[in-house]
T-cell receptor, first 114, second 114 residues
Framework: AQSVTQPDIHITVSEGASLELRCNYS??????LFWYVQSPGQGLQLLLK??????LVQGIKGFEAEFKRSQSSFNLRKPSVHWSDAAEYFC????????????FGRGTSLIVHP | NAGVTQTPKFQVLKTGQSMTLQCAQD?????MSWYRQDPGMGLRLIHY???????DQGEVPNGYNVSRSTTEDFPLRLLSAAPSQTSVYFC?????????????FGPGTRLTVL
């Protein structure tokens, strides 16, 4: 069965600083990987996803993520954080074969200081 | 398109009461699911459905029932509410239950059981 680990519960950055949120997955074959963002009081919204091809994936709101098979990672990055990026971020994995039900990580809460 | 809608947005119940959380989508998605979100626990799958008339249990199904009589609607029933069911509930949908498909989330229902 697949699993997802987001090792950081909270991340604090200053506005304008760069950001990297970590995500590690466990799955035997090629996974399908997602990052979702949840603004306060809202549902989750897809930022980006990877399922094949270029391992550097561009998403909405200036985010990108890089799939590294050797490290079983799919870290989310942004070069310059805005105050509006403060939110909860979830990494998710779906199996490329078999179960299609996504598994979500526990989330990382991003705090942005002015 | 309204996307995924959930009602009510907030609900307070007393222990032992029953209620139904409503979820509807207008995207003709076959796959629908219910999650609960608790602090530090991420999203946990309660029940899911791959089409009208087909439902299955997720990770935490106890105390909840679902049915799927139409493609559009996927209500979640709490049979006898308990304080442990205090949580935020999210409904999600996607097309064809494909591993690469984006999950579309509703805005959530915040439930408190006293």
């Amino acid at each position: 069965a697949q699993s997802v680990t987001q090792p950081d519960i909270h991340i604090t950055v200053s506005e304008g600083a760069s950001l990297e949120l970590r995500c590690n997955y466990s799955y035997g074959a090629t996974p399908y990987l997602f990052w979702y963002v949840q603004s306060p009081g809202q549902g989750l919204q897809l930022l980006l996803k990877y399922f094949s091809g270029d391992t550097l994936v561009q998403g909405i709101k200036g985010f990108e993520a890089e799939f590294k098979r050797s490290q079983s990672s799919f870290n989310l990055r942004k070069p310059s954080v805005h105050w509006s990026d403060a939110a909860e971020y979830f990494c998710a994995v779906s199996a490329s074969g078999g179960s299609y039900i996504p598994t979500f990580g526990r989330g990382t809460s991003l705090i942005v200081h002015p | 398109n309204a996307g995924v809608t959930q009602t009510p947005k907030f609900q307070v119940l007393k222990t032992g009461q029953s209620m139904t959380l409503q979820c509807a989508q207008d995207m003709n998605h076959e796959y629908m699911s219910w999650y609960r979100q608790d602090p530090g626990m991420g999203l946990r799958l309660i029940h899911y459905s791959v089409g009208a008339g087909i439902t299955d249990q997720g990770e935490v199904p106890n105390g909840y029932n679902v049915s799927r009589s139409t493609t559009e609607d996927f209500p979640l029933r709490l049979l006898s509410a308990a304080p442990s069911q205090t949580s935020v509930y999210f409904c999600a949908s996607s097309s064809l239950a494909g591993s690469t498909d984006t999950q579309y989330f509703g805005p959530g229902t915040r439930l408190t059981v006293l």
